[in-house]
């Protein structure tokens, strides 16, 4: 429609003009001594509009041959970008694909654009780790040493691949320089959380456990197994004294030393230090909350020495716990030890007779056996010493 429309427009104004022309009976004079020149109006008029053609034309390919150099640049710049977000595309693409040898080629296409290279060196450093080649990873790293705007994607992640690679000294700097600028977001501290345990920095572990529990970043099976392990590592210590164990000790939250797991570490650590008290309330403690059988070996390992009010104690507590779990073979193992150190010969090998028929771990037959051919052995009674220690050496084959 606009193209019939400007057509008629054309048509009306040639029209106009013809008739115009035609009755329009003017004359120009151009008057240059000696010579005079006459035409007539509207041929006047026809070498005007052409001069003016060619003025425009003439002018026209000045200015254009004047852009051009721009023209080219500008369009050697948008293939420049269009190529280099193309090779983007393609890395990013490969990356996910699991294709790292083409998506480190592709990156390097892409870092022609300085728009591109941050991203770009971030995709190759993370294909060639993903290849095993390091040190072309710490090259691409490298180049984004000087780029301020990349720096906290850069640190993040060399933090992430060098856990990967179990380098924690270098994570643990790179979450250093992270925290000196003020960046502290989950995934940094889940990072950071990974590299102090290969690290083995136990109290690190511990305050980031803390923190990522209150942002509910960690799962709590999780969150409980790595408090285990850095309360097992610090009460194991091996540069520990009494009142150090005890600050040790004492310096875990009220609620965790109740934890079957933390307690029975606890008074392992306790009884390496012949600090039986010690490990035996602890013992007591946390079987009030929980029952587990590695408490009970624990508690047998505390034995008071014989005679001593605190044996008694741990005989009345074991026949108290008996009424409650009567076919428990650690318990009735202990009991019987403990019968053993305060020479109570019957009940002793009653209890630990019962435990052999209700043992299945080869540990506790083992120990059962051995603790009843020392009690034979005790009474005399050479023949079944003898048979319980053959039945102690072929539970240790096992």
Request: hydrophobic share 45%; proline share 3%; charged share 25%.
């Amino acid at each position: 429609m606009r193209i019939f429309i400007r057509l008629l427009i054309l048509f009306a104004l040639a029209v106009g003009l013809a008739v115009g022309a035609r009755y329009n009976p003017g004359n120009v004079v151009l008057f240059f001594p000696p010579y005079r020149i006459d035409l007539s109006l509207n041929f006047f008029l026809f070498l005007l509009l052409l001069t003016f053609i060619v003025i425009y034309l003439v002018i026209r390919a000045i200015v254009t041959t004047r852009k051009m150099p721009r023209k080219v640049a500008l369009y050697r710049q948008n293939k420049r970008e269009k190529d280099s977000n193309k090779a983007l595309r393609e890395a990013l693409k490969a990356l996910f694909e699991g294709r790292f040898g083409h998506a480190e080629k592709a990156a390097m296409r892409a870092t022609d654009l300085p728009d591109n290279a941050g991203v770009a060196s971030l995709i190759g450093a993370r294909a060639a780790h993903h290849m095993s080649q390091y040190e072309r990873r710490d090259s691409w790293f490298a180049g984004l040493e000087q780029d301020g705007t990349y720096k906290v994607a850069r640190l993040v992640s060399m933090t992430e691949l060098l856990v990967d690679q179990h380098h924690p000294g270098k994570a643990l700097e790179a979450v250093r320089e992270l925290n000196a600028n003020g960046t502290r977001h989950i995934q940094v501290l889940r990072w950071a959380l990974k590299a102090n345990q290969q690290a083995q920095k136990w109290q690190e572990v511990l305050k980031l456990v803390r923190t990522l529990d209150k942002h509910r970043a960690l799962h709590p099976a999780l969150s409980q197994r790595l408090r285990e392990l850095a309360y097992e590592d610090l009460l194991k210590n091996q540069g520990h004294d009494a009142e150090s164990l005890r600050r040790v000790w004492y310096e875990i939250p009220q609620a965790e030393r109740k934890s079957a797991f933390i307690a029975s570490t606890a008074a392992t650590a306790f009884n390496s230090h012949g600090l039986f008290d010690d490990a035996r309330g602890i013992v007591e403690k946390a079987l009030a909350e929980e029952w587990d059988e590695r408490l009970m070996r624990a508690y047998r390992d505390a034995a008071a020495s014989e005679g001593s009010a605190a044996l008694l104690s741990q005989i009345e507590h074991c026949e108290k716990w008996s009424e409650q779990h009567p076919t428990d073979p650690e318990l009735a193992l202990t009991l019987g030890t403990l019968c053993l150190r305060q020479k109570l010969w019957g009940k002793a090998q009653r209890h630990m007779e019962q435990a052999l028929s209700d043992a299945v771990d080869p540990r506790t037959v083992r120990e059962g056996n051995l603790k009843l051919a020392q009690l034979h052995e005790a009474l005399g009674q050479a023949e079944e010493a003898a048979s319980h220690y053959r039945q102690c050496a072929m539970a240790t084959m096992l």
